[in-house]
């Protein structure tokens, strides 16, 4: 494919500012600061050009080069046949940034690479890349899951500048869903509870939670699930920030809690491990990526 000499390229360097928030990760789209105009409420650009956000599974189709970038130019023909129509994404800079979810089993092509998506498998994407590429996983799940009315069954369409489908049988309208789940560390003085999950890499540990469940408050399931996991009361329960988690449609809402009494109880349904941690001797924990080491880097002393 040709690349045009009139697009920057997307990588992390030289990318516009974020949006100055508390939480700048990946993942938010705000990271991408004002550069990124989401396709809502504008007209599909006529001409299939642009960058290309190329799915396979849960990794970028990107060009074989050391810095990593998207491919930018026309439709990439040496896909032909391989993906149908795209999904137009929104503009980055005043450029189309175009989906299209290649085949499990398509042998990548010489000259692209395919690199990981998600952070536990050592991602080597920039963050702006990462959030680009995270709305496309969501584009496209919401995509594969939205294409009949849940009401009726009937095939729905797409409302005209919106994500949103509407059924043209019986005029249900729905929205991509996103998942709301609290993640919350809970301190005591100089300590931390720290939680790990079976088939986590040896020795990393995390932090409690959990979805939100249906009727209840952020709070009160910040209480319900550092409860049921670990088995301790929490009380000065504060918001730190969010992240939004594309595996598939997630949003973390990060706390931290002051510990306020009670056992620490494992529910060894849910994990393999969880105990109380002096802040100074923590276990190695999530990558730089996830709102949890976050949290406990700027969190975990109070
Ligand atoms: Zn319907």
């Not at 620490?264 to 849910?270: H, N």
Request: contains cysteine; negative net charge; proline residues 9%.
């Amino acid at each position: 494919m040709v690349r045009s000499e009139l697009v920057e390229p997307v990588t992390a360097v030289g990318f516009p500012k974020p949006t100055p928030l508390a939480v700048n990760l990946p993942f938010n789209r705000d990271c991408l600061g004002e550069a990124f105009v989401p396709a809502k409420g504008h007209e599909t650009p006529p001409v299939q050009a642009g960058h290309w956000l190329l799915v396979q599974g849960q990794s970028l189709i990107v060009p074989a080069e050391d810095e990593l970038r998207l491919p930018t130019g026309g439709r990439p023909t040496v896909f032909d046949g391989h993906f149908g129509e795209p999904l137009w994404l929104g503009t980055l800079g005043g450029t189309p940034c175009w989906v299209a979810s290649l085949p499990a089993d398509l042998t990548v092509p010489a000259g692209f690479q395919a690199e990981t998506l998600i952070p536990m498998q050592g991602t080597r994407l920039p963050d702006p890349l990462l959030s680009l590429g995270g709305m496309a996983l969501q584009a496209l799940y919401w995509a594969s899951t939205s294409g009949h009315c849940p009401r009726c069954g009937a095939s729905t369409e797409r409302i005209p500048g919106e994500w949103g489908k509407r059924c043209p049988a019986c005029q249900y309208e729905h929205y991509p869903h996103l998942h709301p789940a609290v993640i919350v560390l809970v301190r005591d003085e100089t300590r931390v509870i720290l939680t790990r999950k079976a088939g986590w890499a040896p020795g990393r540990y995390s932090l409690v939670a959990g979805f939100v469940d249906n009727g209840e408050c952020l709070e009160g399931a910040v209480h319900r699930e550092v409860r049921e996991e670990v088995g301790v009361e929490v009380t000065d329960v504060q918001y730190v920030g969010s992240q939004n988690w594309p595996f598939p449609s997630q949003l973390m809402i990060g706390f931290v809690a002051r510990y306020a009494g009670g056992e620490l109880v494992v529910d060894r349904d849910e994990l393999e491990d969880a105990r109380w941690f002096a802040v100074d001797h923590l276990p190695s924990g999530p990558g730089r990526h996830s709102i949890a080491r976050y949290i406990i880097d700027h969190h975990a002393r109070v």
